[in-house]
Each structure stands twice: as structure tokens, then as C-alpha cells.
């Protein structure tokens, strides 16, 4: 079955960097768009950055352009997000899953079902 495995998370004060990772099994990693998703306490769910299968095409929200960076290794079947000069507002727990589409306009949802989220790994950006 799907399976996706979050590590990386942690504990940093503000302009700290954190490198989370998603390792995926269960479907054909190479032909599906990744996406990062992130949700705080008492908020929903909400994207922050997708990538395209072909890996050429990258999407990020606003407030975290500039300071985190996706990428993939289709060899390892494993989605990195890199989390630079990190802002308590980042504070959240961080899960991936592949996507419907990734433009350079957006992310699409969830492709997969709710069961295939994982764990996802918490980050927490003190000030």
C-alpha cells in the first residue's frame, strides 16, 4: 500500500535551517508531482511547495519563496524540502504527498487518498 515517511523536523530558534525528507512506497514515485504540505495547531492544512515529476517545474506559497527549496531523487523515491532562515510563523507539522498537477502557479491536491498520509515531521521555530 502507499506508504510516506516524513523525517527531519526538530526544534530551531528563528533563522535556524532544517532539511526534511519524504520517502514514498507502494505507487510509481517517478510519474507522480510531490507536493509539501504543512498545518499548524488550530489551523487547516495548507500546501507550501509542490514539484513536477519531470522535476523542471517547482511551486512555492508566498510567505516561504526565497527561504525553503523542494527537490526530488526519483532514484530514492524521496522528496526533499530544505527550510532556510526559518520564522516562528513556519511552526507546524510538515507531511508530503503526491499531487494532482504542480505548476510554477500551483499545487494540486492529494492525489492519493486521506490514508495516504504519513506522520509527517513537526518543526518548531522558536524567536
Known amino acids: 500500500q502507499v506508504q510516506l515517511v516524513e523525517s527531519g523536523g526538530g526544534s530551531v530558534q528563528a533563522g535556524g535551517t532544517l532539511s526534511l525528507s519524504c520517502t514514498a512506497s507502494?505507487?510509481?514515485?517517478?510519474?507522480?508531482?510531490m507536493g509539501w504540505f504543512r498545518q499548524a495547531p488550530g489551523k487547516e492544512r495548507e500546501k507550501v511547495s509542490c514539484i513536477h515529476w519531470q522535476g523542471d517545474t517547482t511551486y512555492y506559497i508566498d510567505p516561504v519563496k526565497g527561504r525553503f527549496t523542494i527537490s526530488r531523487d526519483n532514484a530514492k523515491s524521496t522528496v526533499y524540502l530544505k527550510l532556510n532562515n526559518l520564522k516562528p510563523e513556519d511552526t507546524a507539522m510538515y507531511y508530503c504527498?503526491?499531487?494532482?498537477?504542480?505548476?510554477?502557479?500551483?499545487?494540486?491536491?492529494?492525489?492519493?487518498?486521506?490514508?495516504?498520509w504519513g506522520q509527517g515531521t513537526q518543526v518548531t521555530v522558536s524567536s
Open positions: 504527498a503526491a499531487v494532482a498537477f504542480c505548476t510554477q502557479y500551483g499545487s494540486g491536491d492529494n492525489s492519493l487518498g486521506e490514508e495516504s
Open positions: 507502494g505507487f510509481y514515485f517517478d510519474v507522480y508531482s
